[in-house]
């Protein structure tokens, strides 16, 4: 196959591997719309690499047609770390999953967020595990009944947007399985973003945890409670935009509003805006929409460019080992 | 093996030419007794003797001043013959306050030498040693030859031209010590004022203060007058083989090893780490390197650490990581995965005292057992150990070409002790170094993830970037055939006697198992692996003058071990193997062998003395002595019975 780059269509980029995912799992309509994106980004297919770790999300990479490796139970971030450093050349994406990403892997998710490594991190949020067989994860509702927690979860859940915004990622956004042109286009922003992009995408499991974006994906009350963020654009929402956002500057908490007639107080959206992107982060529940679409960005050095401009500075002279050797004290014995 | 100590009856001072000397500098951790050895050790190796240093510092960063456990030792073992340890007991010990002569007098020989600070013998020095009295005038110093000088007050006076103030002037004292020991060893100050120079350039009244204070210690020791019997000794110099040689500690010799490595493999190098003593310093001294083909990372934990390093092996670079026993049983799943995917990857383990946090500025070799089984699933790997400072630079190529060769994950073993020991090291002629050049695969229509070469049984190493080869890898097991995730149960054990036979197959690719002192067969053979060389040798060598006939064999390749050893160790009646844990090679030997092998295991934080091998070889002959007596006369009264 050397079909130059505009030609290649979806096929090229997908694996000859069986799927092995459960019907009607979320994970089809994902990979479908990452394997249609690929010819749209100008990268040659050989600079893709694929990296996950462990669940149902990290199995992902096998059906890409691209480089792929499919690690440990979350150290992909770790991974493709190394990956980067070792080949910055290379377009690096991290395929993980709540448990994998937030649960076994927090650690490295933190860090390399705030390293601001450059490549995209997949966050498949169905905020329960699947591949083991439906416990509760650091994302589910607290009373969410499983195999392991059967009178309900006591654990507070985590926020993974607001988590990685409190990381200090440069790139935080948040989409919906099934909205492929909404997806399409937010992992294409993450794309272009120089750092660490972070995509959360809501996610269904129709095993363990079916409906839980209910509200936020179904058709009929998705309008009131999804609002579709756009830089320098008022907050509004509802079927016909009747409902908006306000900031509450006492309280410094979002309200609810009608748009008409309080057209000035509605929140513009800033993607520059920090304080405000945490604010939309955590906003969902009964009476608010979740936001999706571009939480935040900033423009930031990354790690691995950084980490080349220091390689570059001390290699100006080519280093030679034999004057290694022989640096500082040495003497001669001679026969 | 119970282990006792020789005393090696050794009263070095007695004679104004003597053969080797111990000496070792012990203060307070601010006293700058590390300065003073490394400059001491310098000018002993140009003076010509051969040497081994050893620094042995306390775990507190900043101890309270003259505590127990803040005392900051360094230790020079250095003679006219080959020296390979930092010696069993001291010649001379230079004691900077109380608790450094507390901690360390039990160590001295009859009739050794002290030098004191008695300036530093206050009420409240001595309290903080726990002396009830001031041992300087209780006459519990009377087996030893002491010098009792008020070295605060010489260093004052020798450097109040400069007008350092108080404190500032009391920090010349290690060197003023230092010169009166130069002087004792009539061991050249120039070097050592050269190196001061270049130390304080920019802070040049400090540079001429100190070298006032060494010049003063020099010459205090020419004209004070002193106890009797000491004087200036010669050591003759020793006869080494011609060439450039250098000073070198484990580290170093290991971070340039893994230099070298990239140079022979053409491959370039990730470093990931995170920071744990004692293997910190790898990290510092590469970091430092990366005009070579290296780059490092300190990661955010030990798992990240590795990770990174087969991320970067996966991406065509050879991923290098490196801790200590605790970090290394937190890469165990990582380190497992690289076995799986087989992909290069060299783990450095600088082993210290466990378990757990343990003794983290002490040695010990305890994870040898870790190395050989610590993993998940049926997961083998070549294990390789160093066995001296210098060694640790041909291991560390060697790790790198199994590594590359093989596509596996290596371990590299060495401990605390050869991290920060030093030795005089002859400079290799890197021109004669054999190239292993790694083959990155490049041919688009040959290729599939589960390619390898039939005599290797090495896997293909394909680099993302390379256009037509995109493929996956990944911890589920894969098809033998196609390199594809296979649940088949067939193919699984096909997989894993692969792995297997991988591992074991590098016996054919390492040097045959060479006996390093002695006889290929015979009475005994000691046994070694990693830092023990050094005592183990010395302690043959002196049997082996007293006519016992006695072997060292030094076992560098753990897994696999060479295809001759087990032969080769059924040609000894006996076999013993001192380690620095409570018997691990000895059970893999006598597990693999079925020999009847004899551990001598000392975990004490320290390493072996000569004295307690050799006590060991005296036992064991003894005992075999003792069976042989019993044989003879049964044999005897068989044959009155027949007759």
């Given amino acids: 196959m050397n079909k130059p780059l505009g030609k290649l269509t979806l096929k090229d980029y997908t694996s000859d591997q069986e799927v092995r995912w459960c019907p009607g799992c979320g994970d089809y309509a994902i990979l479908k719309t990452v394997q249609k994106l690929m010819p749209e980004l100008d990268v040659p297919r050989e600079n893709l690499v694929f990296v996950s770790g462990i669940g149902c999300s990290s199995r992902f990479p096998y059906y890409m047609n691209t480089y792929g490796f499919h690690t440990i139970h979350g150290r992909a971030p770790a991974i493709a770390t190394g990956v980067k450093l070792a080949n910055p050349e290379l377009d690096v994406w991290v395929i993980t999953g709540d448990g994998d990403g937030f649960s076994i892997g927090g650690n490295h998710m933190l860090h390399v967020l705030r390293r601001n490594v450059n490549l995209q ?20 509702q607290p009373g969410t009944r499983s195999p392991s927690s059967p009178e309900g979860s006591i654990d507070a859940p985590l926020s993974p947007c607001a988590v990685a915004l409190g990381s200090g990622a440069t790139f935080v956004s948040r989409s919906i399985d099934t909205e492929a042109k909404h997806l399409t286009a937010v992992i294409k922003r993450a ?9 959360e995408i809501l996610q269904n499991c129709p095993i363990y945890n079916d409906g839980v974006f209910e509200q936020v994906k179904n058709k009929k009350t998705a309008a009131d409670f999804r609002i579709e963020l756009t830089h320098r654009q008022p907050m509004i929402f509802g079927k016909e935009g009747e409902k908006g956002i306000r900031l509450n500057r006492e309280t410094l908490e979002l ?32 009476h608010f929409p979740v936001a999706v679409g571009v939480l935040y960005r900033e423009e930031k050095a990354t790690f691995v460019d950084e980490a080349y401009s220091q390689l570059q500075k001390a290699r100006g002279t080519t280093g030679s080992l034999d004057k ?6 040495t003497w001669k014995v001679s026969n | 093996m119970k282990l006792a100590e020789e005393n090696l009856g050794e009263h070095h001072l007695d004679e ?24 001491f050790t310098e000018a002993t190796a140009l003076y010509g003797n051969d040497l081994s240093t050893f620094p042995d510092f306390p775990a507190e960063i900043r101890a309270p001043a003259g505590a127990t456990f803040g005392v900051s030792a360094f230790q020079i073992y250095f ?12 010649d001379v010990l230079v004691a900077m306050n109380p608790a450094a002569l507390a901690t360390n007098l039990h160590n001295l020989v009859d009739g050794g030498l002290i030098i004191v600070d008695s300036g530093a013998f206050s009420a409240k020095n001595l309290a903080k040693a726990k002396y009830a009295e001031n041992p300087l005038e209780d006459g519990s110093l009377d087996a030893y030859r002491v010098m009792t000088i008020d070295i605060s007050k010489q260093v004052l006076e ?50 001429e203060a100190n070298i006032a204070a060494l010049n003063a210690g020099h010459a ?42 990239s140079e022979l493999a053409e491959v370039d190098l990730l470093f990931a780490s995170y920071p744990i003593t004692p293997a910190s310093s790898l990290l510092h001294e590469l970091a430092k390197r990366k005009d070579f083909r290296i780059n490092t990372f300190q990661a955010e934990d030990e798992i990240a650490a590795v990770c990174a390093a087969i991320g970067a092996s996966f991406a065509g670079t050879l991923g290098i990581t490196s801790s200590a026993g605790p970090g290394i049983a937190l890469k165990a799943e990582g380190i497992a995965l690289a076995a799986a995917t087989e992909l290069p990857l060299v783990i450095v383990n600088t082993q210290r005292g466990g378990p757990s946090t343990g003794l983290p500025t002490k040695t010990e070799q305890s994870d040898l057992n870790m190395a050989m089984f610590g993993r998940h699933g049926d997961t083998p790997m070549p294990v390789i150990a160093t066995s001296t400072p210098g060694d640790c630079f041909d291991v560390a190529i060697e790790a790198v070409r199994l590594a590359t060769r093989y596509m596996t994950p290596v371990m590299l073993l060495s401990d605390g002790y050869l991290a920060n020991a030093a030795e005089p090291w002859q400079i290799p002629d890197t021109s004669q170094f054999e190239k292993f050049p790694v083959q990155h695969h490049h041919d688009a229509g040959t290729f599939k993830p589960s390619l390898r070469d039939n005599k290797t049984l090495a896997r293909v190493w394909a680099k993302p970037g390379t256009p037509g080869m995109e493929h996956r890898i990944g911890g589920i097991e894969r098809s033998f055939e196609t390199g594809d995730i296979s649940y088949d149960p067939a193919n699984h054990q096909i997989m894993t006697d692969l792995r297997r036979d991988k591992v074991q197959g590098i016996a054919a690719d390492i040097p045959e198992q060479e006996v390093c002192l002695g006889e290929t067969s015979g009475r005994l053979a000691v046994v070694g692996w990693g830092s023990t060389f050094g005592a183990i040798h010395q302690a043959v060598k002196r049997a082996r003058k007293e006519g016992v006939a006695v072997a060292h064999i030094h076992i560098r390749y753990l897994s696999p071990f060479p295809a001759n050893l087990g032969k080769l160790l059924s040609q000894f009646d006996s076999v013993l193997v001192p380690e620095m844990n409570t018997g691990q090679l000895v059970r893999l030997l006598r597990a693999d062998f079925l020999i009847p092998a004899e551990g001598l295991n000392k975990v004490a934080g320290q390493p072996f003395k000569i004295g307690e091998i050799l006590a060991a070889i005296h036992q064991q002959i003894a005992a075999m002595d003792a069976v042989e007596d019993v044989e003879d006369v049964e044999n005897k009264e068989d044959k009155e019975k027949v007759s």
């Fill in chain 1, 121 to 140: 991190i997949l966050l498949f949020n169905n905020e329960i595990y699947g591949l083991t067989k439906g416990q509760y994860s650091p994302t589910s």
């Fill in chain 1, 191 to 199: 794309h272009e973003h120089h750092g660490a992009s972070f995509v």
């Fill in chain 1, 255 to 286: 309200e609810v509003i009608q748009s008409a007639g309080n057209e000035d107080q509605l929140l513009i959206h800033d993607e520059t805006n920090k304080v405000q992107a945490q604010l939309l982060a955590t906003m969902g529940g009964e």
């Fill in chain 1, 324 to 329: 290694l050797l022989r640096s500082g004290h």
């Fill in chain 2, 16 to 39: 104004k030419e003597v053969q080797d000397v111990v000496v070792r500098f012990a203060g307070d951790s601010g006293d700058g007794m590390q300065l003073t050895g490394a400059n």
């Fill in chain 2, 79 to 90: 003679g006219s013959e080959d020296v390979t340890t930092s010696g069993d007991a001291l």
């Fill in chain 2, 158 to 207: 020798a450097v109040e031209p400069y007008n350092l103030g108080h404190k500032a002037a009391l920090r010349c004292k290690n060197m003023w010590t230092l010169g009166l020991v130069m002087w004792l060893f009539d061991r050249d100050r120039n070097p050592t004022i050269a190196s001061l120079g270049a130390k304080f350039a920019k802070q040049p009244e400090i540079a």
């Fill in chain 2, 220 to 261: 205090y020791g020419e004209t004070a007058e002193l106890p009797s019997g000491v004087h200036v000794y010669r050591v003759p110099k020793a006869k080494v083989a011609p060439g450039t040689y250098r000073n070198i500690t484990g580290t170093t010799a290991l971070a340039w090893g893994l230099i070298a490595g």
